[in-house]
């Protein structure tokens, strides 16, 4: 949302109030400081081990009291999270227009991710503007029957952020790292046998390729962090870090030969910046950069992670097919496109 953040914050028709709910906050902060912008509120309604159904009944609350007390005309958020989700619901419930950045990705199975597409399914029920990243996320949108007015192509805004940032490390000191493949994983399906299956494949691959290194930014999530100290930590080969930074995280995406992920955005950055994506899901909701033979979604079998990493490690070919980049998700000015939009349809609301 920085860039949509941003973008309307230059204009001066606008007024904009950003709410935080709270999650991760030690994460958020340095976030808000590289993208040079301020929080006005903070819902505060995370609290440790919670389960969804908490969570969506502070969201509820918590949304209630904001809107009631500002009475926006236009609501936006971005992806699939339980704050988006109840976020869209309160302002269904107050008759007050909502915004969806990020509209129209599917992977038409309900519980997979969990609980994500139900959410986003959900949001594009509830919302009156569409922003979507690509085509196929249009057509997703129309499909199911939305007003063809409503919904709009507009690129990913996750590629004006990349594009911000690299310009920023361009002028900047950027954090250096060494190493070979870089992995992210924290998903909720993941927990447990899945992220443990993920760990052993790098213990199979550091075996294997003694010389290799892997770096590991570990989710602050217990389900995460327990399970990865337990299988990995100490090891030689492999460097467990705290969360980076986002300007951090570009700079080992550039850093790295090759990545592992079940992250939904770097499926969509490290194409961008030509890093072949090993997808540690059995689904994707973003099947453009596969289909573009940028990344491959491989599961998260023990021996398949093995194959397929040891094959780009290996085989010079198939290594370049999948490097040689590209993004399907943007051209870096889908805020200047949302922003407007959002112009056009207020004016019209007002009218």
């Known amino acids: 949302m920085a860039p949509v953040i941003r973008m309307l914050r230059t204009a001066p028709d606008f007024d904009v109030s950003v709410l935080a709910s709270g999650q991760h906050r030690e994460m958020l902060i340095p976030l808000i400081d590289w993208f040079e912008l301020s929080v006005d509120g903070d819902l505060r309604v995370m609290t440790e081990n919670q389960t969804l159904s908490d969570l969506?009944?502070?969201?509820?609350?918590?949304?209630?009291?904001?809107?009631?007390?500002?009475?926006?005309?236009?609501?936006?958020?971005?992806?699939?999270?339980?704050?988006?989700?109840?976020?869209?619901?309160?302002?269904?419930?107050?008759?007050?227009?909502?915004?969806?950045?990020?509209?129209?990705?599917?992977?038409?199975?309900?519980?997979?991710?969990?609980?994500?597409?139900?959410?986003?399914?959900?949001?594009?029920?509830?919302?009156?503007?569409h922003f979507c990243p690509t085509q196929r996320s249009l057509d997703n949108v129309?499909?199911?029957?939305?007003?063809?007015?409503?919904?709009?192509?507009?690129?990913?805004?996750?590629?004006?952020?990349?594009?911000?940032?690299?310009?920023?490390?361009?002028?900047?000191?950027?954090?250096?790292?060494d190493h070979d493949i870089l992995l992210t994983a924290h998903r909720r399906e993941n927990f447990g046998a899945p992220l443990a299956d993920?760990?052993?494949?790098?213990?199979?691959?550091?075996?294997?390729?003694?010389?290799?290194?892997?770096?590991?930014?570990?989710?602050?999530?217990?389900?995460?962090?327990?399970?990865v100290q337990r299988l990995l930590a100490g090891h030689p080969q492999i460097t467990l870090e705290q969360p980076l930074d986002y300007p951090d995280l570009v700079a080992a995406m550039r850093q790295a030969k090759l990545i592992l992920t079940d992250s939904g955005g770097i499926q969509e950055e490290a194409p961008a910046?030509?890093?072949?994506?090993?997808?540690?899901?059995?689904?994707?909701?973003?099947p453009e950069a596969a289909e573009m033979g940028v990344a491959r979604v491989i599961g998260t079998a023990r021996a398949t992670i093995v194959d397929e990493t040891r094959r780009l490690l290996l085989d010079a070919g198939h290594y370049a097919a999948m490097a040689r980049g590209g993004s399907p998700y943007g051209d870096g000015h889908a805020a200047q496109r949302i922003l407007d939009i959002i112009r056009a349809y207020l004016r019209t609301a007002d009218s």
């Not at 993920?198 to 290194?213: Q, R, S």
């Open 56 to 129: 969506t009944a502070r969201l509820m609350q918590a949304f209630q009291q904001k809107l009631d007390a500002v009475r926006p005309d236009l609501v936006l958020a971005q992806g699939d999270t339980t704050t988006v989700m109840c976020a869209a619901l309160s302002c269904f419930y107050r008759n007050i227009a909502f915004g969806h950045v990020e509209a129209g990705l599917r992977t038409f199975d309900i519980r997979n991710p969990f609980p994500e597409e139900f959410n986003r399914v959900a949001v594009t029920r509830l919302a009156q503007l």
């Open 142 to 177: 129309l499909a199911e029957h939305i007003n063809a007015t409503a919904a709009h192509l507009t690129g990913n805004t996750v590629v004006d952020a990349l594009q911000f940032t690299l310009g920023k490390l361009g002028t900047q000191q950027a954090r250096r790292f």
């Open 198 to 227: 993920i760990c052993g494949a790098l213990i199979d691959l550091c075996t294997e390729f003694p010389e290799l290194k892997v770096l590991y930014p570990v989710h602050p999530n217990p389900n995460v962090r327990g399970t």
């Open 273 to 286: 910046m030509s890093k072949p994506v090993l997808v540690l899901r059995t689904v994707t909701e973003r």
